[in-house]
């Protein structure tokens, strides 16, 4: 499968504890999104990489959030410090843009909850 | 910034109904659409998209939509659903100049036989 992908596809943390997510994007996708999806909502913009390069940041994104692409290929995603509201489902996308357009393609998702 | 509305929350169709699903954005500028369908247990997968040209868009699975610059409006349209399309269904919206995808919250759509 040449899909997104994303490890773990579930986390159980207690509050406090530090998590890390990993995301493997579609090969040569020069591009990578995070988001952050909650019951009844959809989702919501975090971060995105051009290669190795982020290139913005949400104000969602709190200091206890960290995200890396270090050889532009995978990212990582980590929360530090989690709190109960963190709990959520974080989705990568890939994309790969041509010509001023590009279609962002999701992976499963990794689901956190933080007890 | 921009946003995305979904007026309907949850549907719900006997098999061989029409659909359409509402979606209305908020940005003056240049846009590109999209929809997103969410399959029970399954990743979000690429409906249809509109950048520019013909307003009617084709979509997998039957699915079409139609941009209407003057409502600020991307409705989604299936003639006849199936008990397979139960899934949400999600409305994005990006702009020329910024990558990032504003989505909706969903509509919720069960088809019963």
């Known amino acids: 499968d040449t899909g997104v992908s994303q490890d773990p596809r579930h986390k159980i943390t207690k509050r406090g504890q530090n998590v890390t997510f990993r995301c493997d994007p579609i090969?040569?996708?020069?591009?990578l999104y995070w988001y952050r999806q909650t019951l009844g909502q959809g989702p919501e913009f975090l971060t995105y990489?051009?290669?190795?390069?982020?290139?913005?940041k949400s104000r969602l994104l709190s200091d206890r959030f960290s995200a890396e692409r270090p050889k532009g290929s995978f990212s990582t995603l980590e929360i530090q410090r989690t709190e109960q509201g963190d709990s959520a489902m974080y989705l990568c996308?890939?994309?790969?843009?041509?010509?001023?357009?590009?279609?962002?393609?999701f992976g499963p998702g990794t689901r956190l909850l933080v007890l | 910034a921009q946003s995305v509305s979904q007026h309907n929350h949850h549907v719900i169709l006997s098999e061989a109904a029409s659909l359409e699903l509402g979606c209305n954005y908020s940005?003056?500028?240049?846009?590109?659409l999209f929809w997103y369908v969410q399959y029970p247990g399954q990743h979000l997968q690429l409906l249809l998209k509109?950048?520019?040209?013909?307003?009617l868009v084709k979509g997998i699975k039957g699915f079409e939509a139609e941009f209407i610059k003057s409502k600020f409006s991307f409705n989604l349209r299936k003639p006849s659903v199936q008990w397979s399309d139960t899934a949400e269904y999600f409305c994005?919206?990006?702009?020329?100049?910024?990558?990032?995808?504003?989505f909706g919250t969903g509509t919720r759509l069960q088809v019963t036989l």
């Open positions: 996308a890939s994309s790969f843009r041509d010509r001023g357009v590009e279609t962002q393609y």
């Open positions: 090969s040569e996708h020069n591009r």
């Open positions: 990489f051009q290669n190795e390069a982020q290139l913005e």
């Open positions: 940005y003056g500028g240049t846009v590109n």
């Open positions: 509109y950048f520019s040209g013909d307003p």
């Open positions: 994005a919206v990006n702009t020329g100049t910024a990558s990032k995808l504003t």
